[in-house]
């Protein structure tokens, strides 16, 4: 089992950057697939990006892609997402999502969560 607790988020302006952290308990950090996902108010919770076990592999929808970056360092058992030129509609509670299987693009096929940091972004 894992705990996970993001760090990070706060109030930026549209066009700025923010990176989030997500540090994992536990000493098996490397055996779990990560994703990070959000949720805005009254809108069901989306994928942003997701990272093999190495780290080797990334993925991401369209919507951030070529702005938001997830990388991990096993050693310190996190997990980041770097996001650049925010906008406004990127604006949401940002999760952190582990789990033992394999990379998934939907929320439900994840076990373990954090319990979210909020990100704002003004225009």
């Known amino acids: 089992q894992v705990q996970l607790v993001e760090s990070g988020g706060g109030l930026v302006q549209a066009g700025g950057s923010l990176r989030l952290s997500c540090a994992a308990s536990?000493?098996?950090?490397?055996?779990?697939?990560c994703g990070w996902f959000r949720q805005a108010p009254g809108k069901e919770r989306e994928f942003v990006a997701a990272?093999?076990?190495?780290?080797?592999?990334?993925y991401y929808p369209d919507s951030v892609k070529g702005r938001f970056t997830i990388s991990r360092d096993n050693a310190k058992n996190t997990v980041y997402l770097q996001m650049n030129s925010l906008k406004p509609e990127d604006t949401a509670v940002y999760y952190c999502?582990?789990?033992?299987?394999?990379?998934?693009?939907?929320?439900?096929?994840?076990?373990?969560w954090g319990q979210g940091t909020q990100v704002t972004v003004s225009s």
């Open positions: 999502a582990a789990d033992l299987m394999r990379v998934e693009r939907s929320p439900e096929k994840y076990d373990y």
């Open positions: 536990g000493r098996t950090f490397s055996s779990y697939v």
């Open positions: 990272i093999n076990r190495s780290g080797s592999l990334t």
